[in-house]
């Protein structure tokens, strides 16, 4: 190694078309990188929970029925509901169950569809629950 020991200090015999890199950035280049990108993203994908569908029983069957019958028995009246109901995930298998609160408006037999006078749809088959305040809509109505 001895014989490069005079030109070891020297400068760069010409000028560099390009100006020289910055050590900064020359030390960017040797930086780590993420070689499995989007890993993180799966396996948190993965590692979220969600509940599946309740298949409803008889009695939960016959009060679902009841509750459309009065929400039927009384149109134009703006009665104000709650409905716990189950929402697919966008991703994997199952959902989770969501509570919507607001004005009936008409049941959508053909679409099966429970509308509100906001414009929210919910479907039949995914409703868990109904709670009907009948006093407040009559209240509202005097």
Known sequence: MDNYEHIRNM????????????????????SPFAALTGYEDETNETARLTDDKLILDDDRQVMLNDAAQKLLSHPYEKVPVTVEYFVPDYAKEGGKYATYSGKFRWIDTYNRFIVFYDGKEIPLDDIYDIQINLNDALDSEI
């Open 11 to 30: 400068k760069y015999p010409f000028d560099l078309i390009k100006p020289r890199m910055s050590l900064h950035d020359r030390a960017a280049q040797f």
